[in-house]
């Protein structure tokens, strides 16, 4: 007990991030600590024998964050995406377009009149989303299918486009280029998949075929030696990692960031301690739940690996 005890922290200006981090488990703050711990799971995770797991929200690749999702790709750092239809949306319309910082107290009737989105506090144009999305999408996805055939599975898909993608902002760009598939089970719940309707209503022997994205989860889950996972935010791309995970007898390490609270039983709320139950997290896992803002704690979680 006395060899654990609370360190007062000694910050200054040439403080290192991992100095940073290191004094977050020394000092024994209340999140401080859980970030330290989160880090600490990673370099564990982060090993040859690990299969590894991304899995976040689209409203994190509107912001800046971005770039610290696409950098753990660009490294090589997980083996696998699993994510919502909107990352599609927003990495490719920020290829394309701009999008803009804005307000959370924005008058939002007003913005609807001037063609303005409003995603908390980014503002996002027309112009910048749906109609420059359909502008390159449809050309693509004539030449994709023309090259490639008319039924691909979602991860298939997601590649044929960021191999089309000559922008290294991107995030489908780098998992292309370092063969990292990204599965978007909801692959419809946007206006990439609305693209995907309207091509399909001009040819309808265009196919997105699912059970390819579940066999290749499979091949990736079965096989593995370990498996982990650093997981933002819940829905759908939260479920489908540990759901796929406890065919093996579940996470080894996990990670999980969320807002959301735990009294409502939701997914999203639910602590990776719940996850024990089913059998999706190992019981003896290295895990760890962090409360708060993934585009303020990402950076710090996985800065340093990047």
């Given amino acids: 007990m006395k060899e654990n005890k609370v360190e007062d922290m000694n910050i200054t200006k ?3 991030l991992s100095e940073l981090l290191d004094q977050y488990g020394a000092a024994g703050g209340f999140t401080a600590r859980k970030v330290f711990m989160a880090r600490e799971i990673l370099k564990n995770m982060f090993n040859e024998s690990s299969v590894n797991f991304l899995s976040f929200p689209a409203c994190i690749v509107s912001t800046g964050t971005r770039g610290i999702l696409r950098d753990a790709l660009r490294k090589g750092l997980f083996q696998a995406v699993i994510t919502t239809c909107g990352t599609l949306d927003h990495d490719l ?3 394309w377009e701009d999008y803009y910082h804005g307000s959370f107290d924005a008058d939002d009737s007003s913005l609807h009149r001037e063609g303005v989105n409003r995603l908390g506090n980014i503002f996002i144009p027309n112009s910048s989303y749906g109609e420059v999305i359909e502008a390159h999408m449809q050309p693509m996805l004539d030449d994709i299918v023309r090259k490639e055939g008319a039924k691909l599975s979602t991860s298939d898909l997601i590649r044929a486009f960021g191999e089309r993608i000559d922008d290294e902002r991107s995030l489908i760009h780098w998992a292309a280029k370092k063969d990292i598939p990204v599965f978007v089970p909801g692959i ?8 995907l309707w309207m091509y399909w209503e001009r ?6 075929d699912l059970m390819k994205d579940q066999k290749d989860l499979a091949d990736l889950v079965f096989p593995a030696e370990e498996s982990g996972a650093l997981m933002i935010g819940g829905g759908i791309s939260k479920h489908h ?3 796929w995970n406890q065919f093996r007898g579940g996470l080894d390490n996990a990670v999980y960031i969320t807002t959301a609270v735990e009294h409502d039983g939701s997914l999203s709320g639910a602590r990776l301690r719940e996850a024990v139950s089913w059998g999706k997290v190992r019981e003896g896992a290295n895990r760890i739940t962090v409360e708060g803002d993934a585009t303020v704690l990402l950076p710090l979680i996985l800065g340093e690996f990047l």
């Fill in 188 to 195: 419809t719940d946007g206006a990439f998949g609305t693209q």
């Fill in 93 to 95: 319309a920020r290829t």
């Fill in 203 to 208: 040819n309808k022997e265009f196919q997105i």
């Fill in 14 to 16: 040439d403080t290192t």
């Fill in 241 to 243: 990692t540990i759901w």
